[in-house]
């Protein structure tokens, strides 16, 4: 990302969750961005970089609801069987 971006994090704070031991990964860190835009941004672009700090690797997704998350569990092997078929697939969302 170009660093004349302005980031704009609402907030910041670490997941709940007890202290790893050493060698497993660190609590996630939850970012609230003020602007939707920009994190798209940041996600997108993380996920055609490989990022490390500290010599470890950091990844980024979306922090999804327990109920969202479970809804796309549902979808994982359709979208995977998309994806190599090279079909396209969203998912949109009623309520």
């Not at 920009?38 to 950091?58: C, F, L, P, Q, S």
Request: proline content about 3%; overall charge positive; cysteine-free.
């Amino acid at each position: 990302m170009s660093e004349d971006i302005k980031l704009e994090i609402q907030r910041a704070h670490r997941a709940l969750a007890l202290n790893p031991q050493p060698d497993k990964f660190p609590r996630a860190i939850i970012v609230n961005f003020l602007r939707f835009e920009v994190k798209e941004n940041v996600i997108k672009t993380a996920w055609r970089t490989v990022m490390e700090v500290e010599g470890r690797r950091v990844t980024f997704d979306h922090d999804y609801s327990s109920e969202v998350a479970a809804k796309r569990r549902k979808y994982a092997g359709s979208r995977e069987f998309s994806k190599i078929r090279g079909f396209g697939f969203n998912l949109q969302w009623t309520h």
